[in-house]
C-alpha cells in the first residue's frame, strides 16, 4: 500500500457541520441572565479564557519545522501528555460523581490542550486567529473525545469499554455513565430522560465501538497522530475555503506519506491496509458521536446556557 491509497481511505463528514459559518469569531459575550450552569456551577472568565487561547496561537518559536509533519504531531502529542500520571494504577481513583466546576474546569483545559496540539501542525500555524478559532471552536470536543479514548485505553486497557472507565485528570478516572447520569439529576425530570435517552447511543459508539476497536489496534503514537488529524480535518475540510482549503489537503497528504513511511521503513511493514481501514472506521465512528452530540446539546437548552463555546 502507497500514499496515495492512505488518502483514497478517508470518508469526511458528508453532513452538514452544526455551529459553523464564515462570520468572524469573537470572544463570547456572557449574558447577565446566565452566571449560572444548570449545576448552579460558576461560569469561567471567558474574556481570561480567550486571551490564554490567543497567547497558544501566538507562540510559534517552540517548533521544528525541520521535522516531517507527522513527527511534529507525534511531538506535539508528547508534550500534551507529559504531566499523565501511567504509573501505580492500582492506586487509582475511579469516580461516580464530579461537581460542575471541576466539569467545566476539564472542559476548558481540553480545549486549551487541543489548541496547543494543532500548533504543532505547520499548517495550522500559518492560519489567521480568525480561522484557528472557528477550526478550534468546531473541533475541539470531537478531538477531545478521540485523544480521551485513546489515553484511557493505553492507560486502563479493557476497562474502558466494560466498565465505562475514562482516565480524565492527573491520576483519577470516571465511571462516566454515572457521572453524566448523576448531573443530569438537576436538570428538570422530563428534560433529564430525554437527554439520557439522547446520550445512550452515543455512549454505545464511544464505549462499545471505539474504544473496542482501540484496545484492538492498540496505536502507536505515530498512528495516534495521525488519527487526531484526521478527525480535526473531518470537521475543518469542511468550513475552510480557497487556498486554505487546498493546504490543508495538501497537509493531510504529507501526514499520509509520513504515515506510509513509517510502516514501511521504520515498521518494515508492506500490507499494513487492514490497520488502516480500522484507522479509518474509528474516524467514522467518531464522525458519528460529532452529530450526535450537537444534537444532545441542542435539546438541552440548559447545556446552551451552561457553556456557550460548544
Known sequence: ???????QNRDPISSTIPGTSKTDIEAPSIDESVKKSMFNGPLYDFQTFIAEIRQIFSEKENFDEKLPPLRELEKGLEFIRRNQKRTNLDKFQILEEIDFEKITETRLNVIKTSAT????????????EKEKMLILK???????????LTVSV????EQVSSKKVVFVFKSHAVYLVEVFRNNLMELDPKEAEDVDKELQPLFFTVFDDVAKKLSILKPNLIEQAYLLWQMIWCVAGKILYGSHLEAGEQFLDSLSSDLHDFYENELRI??????????MSVIRSMQKTYIDIHRVIDHAHSFRQGFSMK
Open 1 to 7: 500500500m502507497n500514499a496515495d491509497k492512505i488518502q
Open 154 to 157: 493505553e492507560i486502563l486497557g
Open 270 to 279: 508492506k500490507k499494513y491496509s487492514e490497520r488502516l481501514l480500522l484507522m
Open 138 to 148: 468546531t473541533t475541539w470536543h470531537v478531538w477531545g473525545r478521540l485523544e480521551l
Open 117 to 128: 496540539w494543532l500548533m504543532y501542525s505547520e499548517f495550522f500555524r500559518e492560519l489567521n
